[in-house]
T-cell receptor
Framework: GENVEQHPSTLSVQEGDSAVIKCTYS??????FPWYKQELGKRPQLIID?????GEKKDQRIAVTLNKTAKHFSLHITETQPEDSAVYFCAASKANAGNMLTFGGGTRLMVKP | KAGVTQTPRYLIKTRGQQVTLSCSPI?????VSWYQQTPGQGLQFLFE???????NKGNFPGRFSGRQFSNSRSEMNVSTLELGDSALYLC?????????????FGEGSRLTVL
């Protein structure tokens, strides 16, 4: 089955710096790659997603890039703020797998004021 | 619009017991998925239901089961509880049938097995 690896597991940055989280997936049939943010004690929430027919997608300070050949996708957060502190999960899914997501192990992002 | 509602929010059981968790999806959402979240294993897919049918199942033993009712509400059951079943169980609903949209998560049911 699909396997998603996520790095780093923890990331500490100064407020205003950029943060990059990287994920690799194993199944070339995967075609949908969402990113979820989970604040402490709260539910995961979708922050951005990308489909395999797109190489990059941006939403204000957040961007995601996808390299299908390398089976690699990344989350980029610019001008980080303390409220960006959370655990971020990447995930992958396939067209014939309904809404089944395979998640990466998560990255705990700490933004220091 | 009400979000995904999970009950109970917290529960404590002992080894060997069974537990039933409930999930009410967002109105109009027909897909309901269940995930287990633990510090060591992250978020792992348990199963997904769509229109009362189990569409996908993760790599969990048969002690884990679920069902979906005609109103899209879903339950999951864990029998013969083990210490390792202690986790946050998250339910997520979606309005779409395929992997093209957002999953809306509930706040979870935190199960502690003693």
């Amino acid at each position: 089955g699909e396997n998603v690896e996520q790095h780093p597991s923890t990331l500490s940055v100064q407020e205003g710096d950029s943060a990059v989280i990287k994920c690799t997936y194993s199944d070339s049939a995967s075609n949908y790659f969402p990113w979820y943010k989970q604040e402490l004690g709260k539910r995961p929430q979708l922050i951005i997603d990308i489909r395999s027919n797109v190489g990059e997608k941006k939403d204000q300070r957040i961007a995601v890039t996808l390299n299908k050949t390398a089976k690699h996708f990344s989350l980029h957060i610019t001008e980080t703020q303390p409220e960006d502190s959370a655990v971020y999960f990447c995930a992958a899914s396939k067209a014939n797998a309904g809404n089944m997501l395979t998640f990466g192990g998560g990255t705990r992002l700490m933004v220091k004021p | 619009k009400a979000g995904v509602t999970q009950t109970p929010r917290y529960l404590i059981k002992t080894r060997g017991q069974q537990v039933t968790l409930s999930c009410s999806p967002i109105s109009g959402h027909r897909s309901v998925s269940w995930y287990q979240q633990t510090p060591g294993q992250g978020l792992q897919f348990l199963f997904e239901y769509f229109s009362e049918t189990q569409r996908n199942k993760g790599n969990f033993p048969g002690r884990f089961s679920g069902r979906q009712f005609s109103n899209s509400r879903s339950e999951m059951n864990v029998s013969t509880l083990e210490l390792g079943d202690s986790a946050l169980y998250l339910c997520a609903s979606s309005t779409v049938a395929a992997n093209t949209g957002e999953l809306f998560f509930g706040e979870g049911s935190r199960l502690t097995v003693l």
